[in-house]
């Protein structure tokens, strides 16, 4: 059922969404005359590595900086860019890649290989399922650019600050998918690129049903400022990330 889930979504997504697609990639295409569409090299379910088709919002070749982390301010992001970002345009495309199977609408959000490399032994639990567009982690962390905005060190805040959470909100979305929280996910993420405030309650109740650590559900419904944590699985804190 997940599979038909994931055909029909996708599939009437792009459907949908097409003429909104053409027309922005018209403007990325304009602002530089150089490819509207990104491919992402991300490792999917069981440590594969697949092509992830994104929305360029960067300068061409931006992945050649080294950093894997983006924040709001990243000077990399075009004009256009920002608006792309903003309004979630490029997952959209992603759409494809869950047509072909690569991904999934709702599971745990996919990686560089360069971090998959570093997960503990619980986090690589994250690639027994396909990646997703969107899970409580994208709901939660949809303002991760903010996050990481005037942080010296991009990579590490977000091993530091991001990851703990989003690593065991991934974990829970596995341990409880069902067909009826996929389809409570795909709508509450929609609903949040509009009112956050009022996703975030309904993400900290479903998590408290679920029984989850009550830290987890604190920092789920961003009540409390992020600090470092350990990642799931060990207990040290990722101090050392490279520029």
Do not use: C
């Amino acid at each position: 059922m997940k599979r038909l889930l994931d055909l029909f979504g996708a599939f009437f997504g792009l459907l949908v969404g097409s003429p909104i697609l053409v027309t922005v990639m018209i403007i990325v295409w304009f602002q530089d005359f150089k490819t509207p569409l990104y491919i992402a090299p991300r490792v999917g379910r069981f440590g594969q590595g697949f092509r992830m088709i994104k929305l360029r919002s960067m300068i061409v070749d931006a992945d050649k900086s080294g950093v894997n982390s983006t924040s709001a301010k990243d000077t990399r992001i075009t004009p256009i860019g920002h608006f792309i970002r903003k309004f979630k345009l490029d997952e959209l495309t992603q759409l494809w890649n869950v047509l072909i199977g690569d991904m999934s609408l709702v599971g745990p959000r996919p990686n560089v290989r360069s971090e998959t490399e570093g997960y503990t032994s619980v986090e690589k639990n994250l690639l027994s399922v396909r990646p997703g567009i969107t899970d409580f982690s994208s709901i939660v962390f949809s303002d991760e650019g903010s996050i990481l905005e005037n942080m010296e060190n991009p990579d590490l805040a977000y091993n530091q600050l991001i990851r703990p959470w989003k690593s065991r909100l991934g974990l829970i979305y596995i341990e409880n998918q069902t067909l009826l929280l996929d389809l409570q996910l795909i709508f509450y993420t929609i609903v949040g690129i509009v009112s956050k405030k009022k996703v975030l309650i309904w993400v900290a109740i479903k998590l408290q049903n679920l029984n989850v650590d009550e830290n987890v559900v604190a920092m789920s419904a961003r009540n409390l400022e992020l600090y470092p944590f350990p990642p799931p699985g060990t207990d040290k804190i990722v101090v050392e990330k490279k520029l």
